[in-house]
């Protein structure tokens, strides 16, 4: 069992950068893929980035491509979402998410097992 806390959230104006934290229980966090989900109001929770537990591969929306990069700390237990070039559209509930081992799909929300309780990214314009 993993649990998840994520933590950064806050709000920003337009071009202003946060950084999200999540903070993973247990001892194989190094085993995990890692990813961050978004949820805006009214709409379909959509992925936003992913690291891969083994090669460390990364995959990021089209969307957030060139201003969010994600990466961890497994010393630390925890994964991260640097976020620059705020937009207002990045307005959103940020969840982070795991799964064991390597998944092709990482894009998509059903391949997770584990989810955190998500943190709140507002970026006024």
């Known amino acids: 069992q993993v649990q998840l806390v994520e933590s950064g959230g806050g709000l920003v104006q ?8 999540c903070a ?6 190094s085993t995990y893929t890692m990813g961050w989900f978004r949820q805006a109001p009214g709409k379909e929770r959509e992925f936003a980035a992913a690291l891969s ?13 060139g201003r969010f990069t994600i990466s961890r700390d ?13 937009k ?17 799909y990482v894009e998509s929300s059903k391949e997770y097992d584990y989810w955190g309780q998500g943190t709140q990214v507002t970026v006024s314009s």
Do not use: H, I
């Open 14 to 21: 337009a071009g202003g950068s946060l950084r999200l934290s």
């Open 53 to 65: 537990a083994t090669d460390g591969t990364t995959t990021y929306a089209d969307s957030v491509k």
């Open 74 to 86: 497994n010393a630390k237990n925890t994964v991260y979402l640097q976020m620059n070039s705020l």
């Open 24 to 29: 993973a229980s247990g001892r194989t966090f």
């Open 88 to 104: 207002p559209e990045d307005t959103a509930v940020y969840y982070c998410a795991a799964v064991k081992g390597v998944t092709w």
